[in-house]
């Protein structure tokens, strides 16, 4: 389950971080490190700071969006300090969200996001993901910086994996039915959005509707199958709208 768990940094400014990160991940098992549009990598300093954990850092993928370094993911968790106005499921207790991430790894990939250093993610990229998780802290002073994050999250990662060996561990009833990628949600709401114009229930261009029906489907956590049943509809649909207009 653990090299599914994926750690995914955001345009991280400082390379340090990207050391200090990577060996948060492997002090917890943990090995696929993918970076957005870091500002400086390979660095040195990003080397220096990994203090062991080299390997993470020189193996590390680069993506140019963070919709391509989560497209194959099936649960996708953006790290938060604050609610945005994009209503996803959200976590209160990171233990609750370490729970679901390794059952959810035991049949794909799974990422955990971390945003900037300095104002974490953005809304269009909270878009990217299924579930947000905060990190309960110090009302007075929540501050943590990027490696201390990664570390925390992570620990709980591998503490709920560490007390769920196979032998004992009972998967989840969703497990034997497959989730879908993140990239395959994609479609599916492109999907919709169009059949949506078509017939002209949506007419504004900037309506919240398809963005809350998106949160509404991200809540509703539907398996591959509920995907491709929905897709079908669709289509019929569609073939419907094209014989109204002959």
């Avoid at 993470?56 to 919709?67: E, Y």
């Avoid at 300095?118 to 990229?125: H, I, K, M, T």
Wanted: with cysteine; hydrophobic share 35%; aromatic share 6%.
């Amino acid at each position: 389950m653990l090299p599914n768990i994926r750690i995914v940094l955001v345009q991280t400014y400082h390379p340090g971080n990207i050391g200090s990160s990577a060996r948060a991940m492997k002090t917890m098992g943990l090995t696929d490190l993918a970076l957005v549009n870091p500002r400086c990598y390979p660095d040195p300093e990003a080397s220096r700071l990994a203090a062991g954990a080299e390997d993470v850092v020189d193996q590390a993928r680069v993506f140019t969006s963070l919709t391509e370094a989560v497209s194959d993911c099936t649960q996708v968790v953006g790290a938060s300090a604050r609610l945005r106005s994009y209503p996803l499921p959200h976590y209160d207790e990171p233990t609750e969200m370490a729970a679901d991430l390794v059952a959810n790894a035991r049949q794909g990939p799974v990422a955990l996001v971390f945003g900037r250093e300095r104002f974490g993610l953005v809304n269009e990229e909270i878009r990217d993901c299924s579930h947000q998780v905060s990190i309960p802290a110090n009302p007075d002073y929540g501050v943590l910086n990027l490696s201390q994050a990664v570390q925390v999250l992570a620990y709980e990662t591998f503490s709920v994996w560490r007390r769920q060996p196979d032998s004992d561990y009972q998967a989840p009833a969703h497990d034997s039915v497959p989730l879908p990628t993140r990239q395959q949600l994609h479609h599916f709401h492109d999907h919709l959005s169009q059949v949506m114009h078509a017939s002209g229930f949506i007419t504004q261009p900037h309506a919240r509707t398809e963005e809350q029906l998106r949160a509404l489907f991200d809540r509703a956590q539907p398996t591959r199958r509920d995907i491709s049943l929905l897709r079908g509809l669709l289509s019929s649909l569609e073939k419907g709208m094209q014989g109204d207009d002959h």
